[in-house]
């Protein structure tokens, strides 16, 4: 947990990108008298600045709460897609076995020398 608390402060790195680019995108944009130009370069400079706030907002949530906010989504996500490869079939052949006993209810723990036999086997 205290982990991400410290790479929330990582967010601060991105963010300074962002923003240094949207100020040369408006340094740029003085020079062009081009007026469809100057209309997309505001608008890629709003976008920048709305992918910098985000940024710095989850780098905030995660200093202040401690989780990452994506951490839950993608073990949904892992959790989803591994059940669906169990119910189909599709697990790769060194899985098969662990399918079987977990469908059984009980997976009991194995040494390093079986997991090493096991591998070798197939």
Do not use: D, N
């Amino acid at each position: 947990m205290g982990m991400f608390r410290l790479l929330g402060l990582f967010a601060i790195i991105p963010t300074t990108v962002l923003l240094t680019i949207s100020f040369f995108v408006l340094f740029t944009l003085r020079k062009i008298e081009t007026e469809g130009l100057k209309a997309f370069g505001y608008v890629i400079v709003v976008f920048l600045w709305i992918a910098a706030a985000l940024v710095f907002s989850a780098g905030i949530y995660t200093v202040a709460t401690g989780r990452h906010p994506m951490k839950c989504m993608m073990q949904e996500g892992m959790k989803t897609h591994m059940q669906e490869m169990m119910r189909e079939g599709q697990m790769p052949a060194m899985m098969q076995g662990q399918k079987q006993m977990m469908m059984k209810g009980s997976m009991p723990a194995m040494k390093q020398g079986q997991k090493a036999e096991s591998m070798m086997k197939q």
